[in-house]
């Protein structure tokens, strides 16, 4: 499953770069679709990327990446920040 959503990746990321918006609703769809069968045994990171539609990092994942920068979530680490700030109780 991960090598045909590596490749929904690759493919959604071209259509992004070319504008090709029927190219892209394709493979969002493919990719919704591959997330919603594959939920409970995807790695959870994965899951997390393409839930909220983190394609780019989610291909970093699938590459074998390990410096994933962390998003508007902030992860683990944005989490200890705002509570090291006081903002999160």
């Not at 959503?5 to 493979?27: E, F, M």
Request: glycine letters at 14%; a positive charge.
């Amino acid at each position: 499953m991960e090598t045909q959503i590596k490749a929904s990746l690759v493919s959604l990321l071209a259509a992004i770069k070319a504008a090709d918006g029927k190219a892209i609703a394709h493979d969002m769809e493919q990719l919704d679709g591959a997330l919603a069968r594959g939920r409970e045994t995807l790695h959870p990171q994965l899951v997390h990327f393409l839930g909220n539609r983190s394609y780019a990092k989610a291909l970093m994942f699938l590459g074998g990446e390990t410096n994933i920068p962390v998003g508007v979530c902030g992860g683990r680490a944005g989490a200890a920040r705002e509570k090291a700030e006081g903002l999160k109780g």
